[in-house]
């Protein structure tokens, strides 16, 4: 048997998040049914993470296992016509039989999209703000969670994560037009709807309802309860997933 890497993407607007679960439509199910039709066997997937329902990916990556000497590029064309239109397979790569696509992971980088103006063309996939937000101040802001690595303040309340650790890279909002911005945040690992809590948080700073130090309070705090509202999850991406060094066999 041989390892594979399958390089993805998805909109996930129609999906209860990228984890198979009872009675819901999933990334990973979808990927397994089609996989699985292509090479007519029962064909498990795992993922780097589990995006939540509603969230996107423009880059995922899944390992499986299977007979060795998959013709990569034909496979990837193959299983694009199985696969529903909001899914497309970009690339796919024999690896080592230790990689792990979600333990070999070294980092992970999110994008929340907001506007500040209202847009028809951008509704599906970005944040409209009513308000008038200092961005300098959310960057100010933003640069506090590289000093820290425990997360709970951000963590969806009664889930079973072992810890709360994380290790923040990047952290910044950039601006990309007139009235349009992205938060930018890379790490190690991501709790469940961090980003999301985060983002939400680092609103209520640029409204002026957090300054600094309640902003650093909210985090040593360690309570969701401490934090901002989550905001929607069409605005959010999983742009990029680091590996290092991987050994790809041609």
Not at 20 to 25: C, F, N, S
Not at 126 to 133: G, K, Q, V
Not at 175 to 199: C, Q, S
Request: with cysteine; glycine share 8%.
């Amino acid at each position: 048997m041989q390892r594979y890497f399958l390089y993805l993407k998805y909109d996930g607007t129609a999906y209860h998040g990228w984890q198979v679960q009872p009675g819901g439509r999933t990334v990973q199910g979808e990927l397994q049914r089609a996989l699985s039709t292509l090479l007519r066997e029962d064909v498990p997937v795992v993922g780097a993470g589990r995006t939540d329902t509603g969230v996107h990916a423009r880059m995922m990556v899944a390992h499986f296992d299977a007979a060795e000497g998959l013709d990569c590029g034909q496979t990837v064309y193959r299983l694009n016509r199985i696969l529903p239109r909001d899914m497309a397979a970009d690339r796919l790569e024999c690896v080592p039989a230790d990689m792990h696509a979600r333990f070999s992971a070294v980092s992970r980088t999110y994008r929340y999209y907001v506007h500040t103006r209202r847009d028809p063309f951008r509704r599906a996939y970005s944040c409209e703000m009513f308000y008038n937000l200092d961005f300098d101040m959310m960057n100010r802001a933003a640069a506090l969670l590289l000093e820290y690595d425990d997360f709970a303040a951000f963590c969806k309340s009664h889930t079973d994560v072992k810890t709360t650790l994380c290790k923040v890279a990047e952290a910044r909002w950039v601006r990309d037009g007139e009235y349009t911005w992205h938060f930018v945040i890379t790490a190690n690992r991501f709790l469940r709807n961090m980003v999301r809590a985060i983002v939400g948080t680092l609103i209520d700073v640029g409204r002026g309802r957090i300054g600094l130090e309640g902003f650093r309070k909210i985090i040593e705090g360690r309570s969701r309860s401490g934090a901002g509202d989550s905001v929607p999850a069409c605005a959010l991406f999983l742009e990029n997933i680091e590996y290092g060094e991987l050994e790809i066999k041609s």
